[in-house]
Structures are given as structure tokens and as C-alpha cells.
């Protein structure tokens, strides 16, 4: 009987063991699967044309090899000509245009899918159902449909007046299509709806209003979800591309996505300054990394309930 | 029912009738003159040049290191029109502003005048966007310039353009359009010229003449005649070694000819082979016997190494691996010439045959004169047909839109005139490393500050190259003079000099309801090279596979 148990517990060892290697093998091929984009993009900010160039390619580069010039230069300024002063790569307005957006965006989106996934959640009125319904439907239509509808509004609203667009106008128009978003408030709606009735029936006794509920009850309860939104959609907004290089008609305005796009390649070649461009792309990306170790639980535990990720 | 219908009509009247009146607010003055050109006798109508303020937005994608000099000349423009402000605006790159100004035109906000590519432009005629620039080009006004605080005040200005000075080929890309209308204008024009490895040439020269090649001691072939591919292939079997790996102890390489751009491979052989391809109309005629001995004559010079494409070695340009002497020549763009030098700066282990003499000639022709018939081999099989010289021109032009108002016009129109004078175009081609879009330019005397310490005019920029080549490059420049900085750009915009006679555009038009648009046809006719090169698809199948995908 002994035998037989210390058998068991070798064979429970050794299947633990295989199955440890295999869990971890397959974990640590996929984490380098996910690292070596960065890699990448790291050692390329820091190499030479030529070592870009090389062939085969160089995997590795000691300190001493490290081509730091790449990204000085985003941060050159013209010393002559009529552009005297100013910076080659306007990098900092591109990333105070991008911060500017997210945080709008961001805020904007919060406020209405709260409001609206409370109001589908909660709110008893006529037709909510069918409403909400319609509503997600059109997750089924692909954005990129919207963007001419949205063109056209934005256009008739006046925020894109090509001759005289102001930086408010570029805002306006940047954010306003994107301040809601279906499956926010789908997800949102969700959570909401798992807040027992009790507690609303119970503040309602005690004479609190909707508004004061959402904000004292579900909002406090719902914390995790509305922080996961908030990361997820502001990660969105940072990287937002085609809608703001269709909507801004000044360099200035842009963010910093549409800046990487050609402000590295040579446009008689056609050949992109690919040193550079990782540089900038390295240093756009920062942020985004700092924001997910703060909040990497928050990210993880938003992902873990939705099965999503940004 | 009635009532709607009248009033859809009367406000479909009204727009109508807004649309077609542009209020003139020129005229204070008309005098008529008579003046002679080179080509006649024109009767001007001289008129006080307009002073309401204008403000004139031009689209483009340049970035910091062009815009400099584009910032000065509309500094110059403005001071000498002291009413209009050019607004310059960078819209990233090209799709973004082709996207941008196709969608604008639904909604009437698009640029006074753009950048772009004869297929944009296309796109822009089709849809009644563009202006036609025949109105300034053959106008008979004549302005006088009255504001005091002009550069130019008391001058008289000319609308009209003589296009006599303008390259050839470029004019013929400009009025490609509908009724032979000019809707833009060259201005960043760039053309492919051939780099070729002259340290190894050099070891060859013994060879190459007793092949019937004439090449100097020091391994020069002819600038101002090209070579034959008959004349390429007779190198392949003297420059190529017999395994596809140089030969560094032999001075052989592993391929001889690389085309960077396998579009334009396709587009500039079709027209060298006298093989239909499209035409503005947006008629595809790839499919014919001609295009298909083309595609059998590549085939078997990609087989023997004779051509090869960048592919081969996983690359987009073949500037690297000719670098590092895998090819020993290579055709590829005038603005990317720098890529093919091997500098000090280049993993030296890479360099297979060091930092190397670099000549470049005219991209090869199937023969010297256009017209002639030719029969090309390749060892088994005979490709006969007549030939025509042909290089291609690229780069985008300038047009002005419909909606701006008379006046925007006017100055878009005489800003583009201003930025293409032979003075500036000189200045644009040696700051930016385009090509000049007037001929007149290849003899301005302005002098351009290149650096601090080293200025020169287009004329004396051009012979840096040609004082090199008659030396046999033997000249007696110190080591620190700036010439051979320039050496290399200096020989490029020489070779393109010499093929601005036989420049040939790509027609372009934008997809129709039953074919695919001129540039992604391009895109496609590169594929099926590419297809042909790396043996997935025999040429007949490559051609197919090419119709198939353009033609819907």
C-alpha cells in the first residue's frame, strides 16, 4: 500500500514537473513573442542606418555601440531659415496634442457611459430594451463606416474649416465622435445590473435620488469596470490615427501617431529613417507602459472579468 | 406634389447659377498691348494686378527638411504680393492627403492648390475639382503691379507660361488629362539612373573592350549614350561569377543588374519593348504577345542572374546588397542615390569588396536610337521587336482646385509659375536633390549655398561630375574640397540630363467600375515580376494572375 502511494506521489511529481515545463515553456514562448516587438523597436531606436541596414541583422548591440543621436535628434531645433528656433520634430506638441485628446476623450467617454449603461441598467422606461438593442447592433457596423458620417457632421458643426480651423475646432473635432462608446456601456451596463435591487430599493426609502445613488452606490461598487474603461480608452484615444489626421488640417494640431507616420521618411526616396522613427515611437509608448505598471492590477483584474484587453 | 417639385427645381436652379458666376473684382484699368514672344505676336491686356487680401492654403507632405527652402520662397512671394499669404501645410504624406482632399471635395473644403501624383490628379478631374491651368497658360493678360511695398512694384507680371522651357515628359504627364488639359504642373520630379560598381568594372576593363564595349582605363562607360541589354548581358557573363556568391579574389558578383522598383520595371520595359501597357483613358492593354515576350526575356535574365530583384536578399532596395558587392549594379531612384555609396560608416565585415568606386550611367536601353528593331537572346530563344529608348519620371506635381475664389487662383497660379522659374527650380533641385522641371534651369548662373563654406550655381554643380569624368577620375581636388560631397549627386542629375529627352510617364487614372486605378496597377504589374522572380508563377501564369487581379 505504501508502494503504491510513494508511486503515486513520484508519478504526481513527475506529471507536475511536465506539466510545470510545458505550462512555463509555452508561457515563456508567447512572452517572447510579445517582447520582441519591443525589443525591437529599442534596439533599432538606438542603431545606425547602416546597422539597420546590416545583413544578417544585428541582435544585439553593446552600450558602447548604442547610437544616441537618434533620439537627440527629435528634439533638434532649426537654427536658420524661416523655421529659426523651432523644433525639427515638433515632438512635444504632438504628445501634448495626443495627452490633451486621451484626457478628453477619456472623460467624455466615462461620463456618458455611465449615464447611459445606469440609464439601461437601472432607469425603468418605455421601449429601454429595444433601445439598448438597437444600440449594440450597430457594434456590428465597422467604424470605419462612420467616418464619413462623422466627417460630415463634424464639417457641419464648423470644426473643420480648412482656411481658419482654430485649435478648439481641432479638439472638438477629434473628440466629440468618440466621447461614447456602445460596448463601454455594454460592459458597463453589465456590471451595473449585478448591484442587488435591494440597495436601490433601500435608498430610495431613505428619499435619495437616481443621480445621488449612481454616484454614492453603483459608481463606488462598479470602481474596477469604470477603471478599466478609462485605461482601455484612453490607451485607445493615444493611438488613435485616421480620424485625427482626417479631421486637423495643421501640423500643429495633429498627435503624435500621425506625426511618426511621415515625418521620417524621405519623401523624394520614399526611404523612412526607420532609427528615428523607433526613437520616437520608443519614447510615445513610455507613458503607456508607466500608465500600465501603475495600474496594471486594475488592468488585469478589468481584463480577467471581460475577457478583453486594450 | 407639384409644389415640391418646383422647388426642388428652383433651388437646383439656383445652385446651379451660383456655381457658375465667379465675381470679378479685378479690372480697374485695360489697356491693350502688343507684344512679341519667340512664338509670335500676342496681344496682352494689361490690367492693375488685384489688391484684396488673399489668403492662399497649399497642402503638401513635406517635412522640416524640405520646408525650409519652400518657406523662403513664399517669404519672396509675399514680399513681392504684398496682399496674399501663403498658408504651407504638411499633411503627412501622400494617402493621407489624397484621402483628405477627396473627401473634402464632397463638402467644398479643399486646398487652394496641393501636391500630388498624376493618379490624384486624376482622381480630382473626374471629380470636377481641379482647375484647368490652360486658363493662366495661355492667357494674354498682363498685370501691372501697383502696390508700393512690392519687390516688384511698377513691374509688369505675364500670366502666361511658355512651356517651351519646361522638359518634355514632364509636360506630356501634366495635359494627360481630358481634353489635353494641363490640371497640374512638374515641380519634385525625380527619374531612375543606374549605380555601377567601377572597382570592379576596372579589373574587367581588358574583357569588356575585347567584348566590343567601349569603357575608359579607369572603368567609365559612356554618360550620354546607355547601355544596351545586349550589352548588359555580355557583362553578366564578364562581372557575374558562375555561383550565385561574389568572387572578391575574381572581382565577380552573384548578380549583375538590380531593379529597385519592380513597378517601374515593368511600366519602362513595356514602353522599351514597344508593349502596350494602359493609356489615360484607363484602357488596360497588358494583356498582348508583346508584354508576354517581355515577361519570357525577364524571366530568363532573372534565371541567368542577369537581373535580379531585392527580394532576392529580403530587402525593399537593392542599395545595401549592392553595397556589400552581391550585385554590381543596381537602377533605383535619383533622390536615393546615397544609399548606394559605401561610406566608412558601413559595417566595414559587410563590405565585400571595401568602400568601392561608385559611376553611374543611364538605366540600359534595348537600343541606341528609338524605333530600331532589335532582336534580344537568350541563349535558346530570339525575342524580336522594336525598340524605344524610355526611362521613367516620377514625382509628384502642383494643381490648383475649383473652388477657390478668381483671385486665389491667380496667385496659387502665379506662385506656382514663381517656384518653377528656372532660377528656383535650379535651387529646389540642388537643396533637395529633385530634378529641375525647365531645361533653362540646367544653365542657371544663382548661386545656392550647399553649406556654410561652399556655395555653387546648377552649372557648376553639374560639372563636378563632368570634370571628374573627363579626368578619367583622376582630378586633383584636395581631400577636404566640398566638390566630392557632391560628386555623386552632381553625376546623377548629369545622367538625368540625359535622359530628360527620353523621360516616359505612367497615364494616370483612377479606378473605374471595371478596372483597378493606375496606381495599384503599377502595384500589381510589380507583383507579377516578382511572381515571374521567384518562380511561384511562370510568365504566362504571373500575366494572367495580373489581369485577373486588375481587371474586374
Known sequence: MAEVFVKNEKSYKVQKIISNVLTFSFLGAIAIVVLVPFYWMILTSLKSSTMIESIPPILFLKPSQWQIWNYKALFEIVESGPRAGQPLFPFFTYMKNTIVISIITTIGTSITTILAAFAFARLNFKGRDIVFAIIIATMMIPGEIFILTNFLTINKLGWYDIMNQSYSDAIFAMTLPFMTSVFYTFYLRQTFKQIPNELYYAAKVDGTTDFKYLLKVMIPVAMPTIITIIILNSMGAWSAYIWPAMVTTKDQFRLVSNGLRGAFTDSGSGRTDYGQQMASAALVTAPLLVVFFVFRKQIMRGVSRSGIKG | ?552
Open chain 2, 1 to 552: 406634389m407639384k409644389k415640391i417639385l418646383l422647388s426642388v427645381f428652383a433651388l437646383l436652379t439656383v445652385f446651379v447659377l451660383t456655381g457658375c458666376v465667379e465675381i470679378a473684382t479685378t479690372t480697374t484699368t485695360e489697356v491693350t498691348t502688343t507684344t512679341t514672344s519667340g512664338t509670335g505676336t500676342t496681344a496682352k491686356v494689361v490690367m492693375d494686378l488685384p489688391d484684396e487680401e488673399v489668403t492662399i492654403l497649399f497642402w503638401h507632405i513635406y517635412g522640416s527638411g524640405k520646408t525650409a527652402l519652400l518657406d523662403k520662397f513664399i517669404d519672396e512671394f509675399e514680399a513681392m504680393y504684398p496682399n496674399v499669404t501663403i498658408e504651407s501645410q504638411s499633411q503627412s504624406d501622400y494617402n493621407t492627403l489624397r484621402e483628405k482632399i477627396n473627401t473634402g471635395i464632397g463638402v467644398n473644403q479643399v486646398p487652394t492648390m496641393a501636391l500630388g501624383y498624376p493618379d490624384h490628379f486624376a482622381g480630382y478631374v473626374q471629380a470636377g475639382a481641379a482647375y484647368s491651368l490652360n486658363n493662366f497658360i495661355y492667357s494674354n493678360i498682363r498685370y501691372e503691379v501697383m502696390d508700393s511695398t512690392s519687390t516688384i512694384a511698377g513691374e509688369f507680371v505675364d500670366v502666361s507660361l511658355d512651356l517651351e522651357n519646361f522638359v518634355p515628359g514632364y509636360l506630356a504627364e501634366n495635359n494627360q488629362y481630358v481634353g489635353g488639359q494641363y490640371y497640374s504642373m512638374p515641380y519634385s520630379k525625380s527619374t531612375e539612373t543606374m549605380a555601377i560598381n567601377r572597382t570592379v568594372v576596372k579589373q574587367h576593363v581588358a574583357a569588356i573592350r575585347a567584348a566590343g564595349i567601349d569603357v575608359s582605363d579607369e572603368g567609365f562607360f559612356s554618360h550620354t549614350t546607355p547601355l544596351t541589354f545586349t550589352q548588359v548581358q555580355t557583362l553578366g557573363t564578364i562581372l557575374l561569377n558562375d555561383t550565385a556568391t561574389t568572387d572578391v579574389a575574381n572581382f565577380q558578383c552573384g548578380y549583375l543588374l538590380n531593379y529597385d522598383s519592380s513597378g517601374n520595371m515593368f511600366i519602362n520595359m513595356s514602353r522599351q519593348f514597344g508593349a502596350p501597357y494602359t493609356n489615360s483613358a484607363g484602357e488596360i492593354l497588358i494583356n498582348n504577345d508583346t508584354t508576354k515576350s517581355m515577361l519570357n526575356y525577364i524571366n530568363a535574365m532573372f534565371t541567368s542572374r542577369t537581373f535580379v530583384l531585392p527580394n532576392q536578399f529580403g530587402q525593399l532596395y537593392g542599395s545595401t546588397n549592392f553595397k556589400y558587392g552581391d550585385i554590381c549594379m543596381t537602377v533605383g531612384s535619383t533622390a536615393g542615390v546615397l544609399y548606394n555609396i559605401p561610406t566608412s560608416l558601413d559595417v566595414a565585415a559587410n563590405l565585400k569588396f571595401g568602400i568601392f568606386d561608385v559611376d553611374f550611367l543611364q538605366v540600359p536601353q534595348p537600343v541606341a536610337t528609338s524605333g530600331q528593331a532589335v532582336t534580344l537572346s537568350d541563349g535558346t530563344t530570339n525575342y524580336n521587336f522594336t525598340g524605344s529608348l524610355s526611362s521613367v519620371q516620377q514625382g509628384p506635381n502642383i494643381g490648383i482646385f475649383k473652388n477657390a475664389s478668381t483671385n486665389e487662383k491667380l496667385f496659387a497660379w502665379l506662385f506656382i509659375k514663381y517656384i518653377t522659374s528656372a532660377e528656383n527650380t535650379a535651387l529646389w533641385a540642388m537643396d533637395t536633390g529633385y530634378l529641375p522641371v525647365r531645361l533653362s534651369a540646367y544653365t542657371s548662373d544663382v548661386l545656392i549655398q550647399l553649406t556654410p563654406t561652399f556655395s555653387t550655381t546648377y552649372v557648376d554643380f553639374l560639372s563636378i561630375a563632368t570634370d571628374y569624368w573627363t579626368a578619367d577620375g583622376d582630378v586633383d581636388w584636395a581631400a577636404t574640397d566640398e566638390r566630392w560631397d557632391y560628386l555623386h549627386s552632381s553625376m546623377v542629375a548629369n545622367i538625368a540630363k540625359n535622359q530628360a529627352l527620353y523621360y516616359q510617364y505612367d497615364p494616370a487614372f483612377p479606378a473605374g467600375s471595371s478596372s483597378a486605378g493606375s496606381a495599384t496597377i503599377r502595384v500589381e504589374a510589380g507583383y507579377c515580376l516578382e511572381n515571374i522572380y521567384n518562380k511561384s508563377k511562370t510568365p504566362t501564369q504571373a500575366l494572367a494572375f495580373l489581369m485577373n487581379q486588375i481587371d474586374w
